[in-house]
């Protein structure tokens, strides 16, 4: 009896689809990045190139009308005394928040990765965390209260005997106010407590990836605990300090709640932008400030590059 042989079957559109993907797995990544990608670069570049390209326009100051007439005036208003006080305003006190958010989160992102374990690890966690679901205008109020005239700040600083100091620093100049809720200092504390989550976070995970067996290879060979602290664990952590400070910096940079709400009167780059664009319609001078902060935050990612920063993201 003979036995006929059928051909094998032709393969279907998804096997050979799924044939493509495993001989040229690169087009898979493409196809699958395709979308995010076009979102990125349409969406977000092309609306943030359309913005800055607008700051070349010109703005009628007369009429309150822009035409599309190529000028670097706005550019070259950056540098007017005014605006460019603006500018290190907003700088100094980016900088100055980022310091200070490194030194108070350095303290507890190091109990949190050497001697918090279990159930007390994941408390820390959640006490880092629990301010950053709350509203962020609603934490911004909140502070306003607290810093006022007669609020609880006042109150604890005088039951402390501290009323004299803090009138002797409401009194400096840049500082000055009559209350903390008027003053610079008031806003550079809000500043801090808003974003210090954001610098201890880093600097925990880059303690917890230091290898113990250093610290203890650093206590035989003599080392004094500042020697230790010096020489292996600061420099071992300045990534994790570097990728915090890219969030501390930048969101101070470009907020403008804050500044409006706490602290004396007196502009900041965010609040710039804001008025220019919504209160005066001055689109362009808007997209010129706009271009402050993205040169000033690629000048620090350049950088914190070199600090590793991006290695502890």
């Known amino acids: 009896m003979e036995m006929s042989l059928s051909p094998p079957p032709s393969p279907s559109r998804i096997g050979r689809l799924s044939g493509l993907f495993w001989r040229k797995p690169a087009l898979g990544l493409f196809l699958l990045l ?83 374990h279990g159930k007390m690890k994941a408390f820390f966690y959640i006490a880092v965390m629990l301010p950053m679901w709350a509203s962020y205008i609603v934490k911004a109020y909140a502070w306003t209260l607290l810093l006022a005239k007669d609020g609880v700040a006042q109150w604890f600083l005088s039951h402390m005997g501290l009323e004299g100091v803090l009138n002797l620093i409401l009194a400096l100049p840049g500082i000055g106010g009559n209350t903390l809720s008027t003053s610079g200092l008031g806003r550079f504390l809000v500043f801090v407590y808003i974003w210090l989550p954001f610098m201890i976070l880093p600097v925990q995970a880059a303690l917890e990836r230091l290898p113990l067996s250093l610290l203890q290879a650093s206590s035989d060979l003599g080392a004094r605990p500042g020697q230790t602290f010096r020489y292996v664990v600061l420099p071992l952590a300045i990534p994790g300090i570097a990728a915090g400070s890219i969030f501390t910096f930048s969101l101070t940079l470009g907020d403008f709640i804050v500044p409006q709400l706490v602290g004396p009167p007196g502009y900041f780059i965010g609040n710039m932008v804001y008025s220019q664009q919504g209160a005066i319609g001055n689109m362009p001078m808007a997209a010129a400030f706009t271009l402050v902060p993205i040169v000033l935050i690629a000048l620090y990612l350049a950088f914190v590059k070199r600090l590793g920063a991006f290695d502890a993201l």
């Open 34 to 116: 395709l979308g995010p990608l076009m979102w990125f670069g349409i969406v977000y570049l092309g609306s943030l190139f359309t913005l800055l390209w607008q700051g070349f326009y010109t703005f009628d100051d007369f009429t309150m009308s822009i035409t599309p007439d190529l000028t670097l005036a706005n550019l070259k208003a950056l540098f007017n005394p005014a605006n460019y006080d603006i500018i290190l305003r907003t700088l100094a006190m980016a900088v100055g928040v980022t310091i200070a958010s490194a030194i108070l989160a350095f303290p507890m992102a190091w109990y949190m990765a050497r001697y918090a």
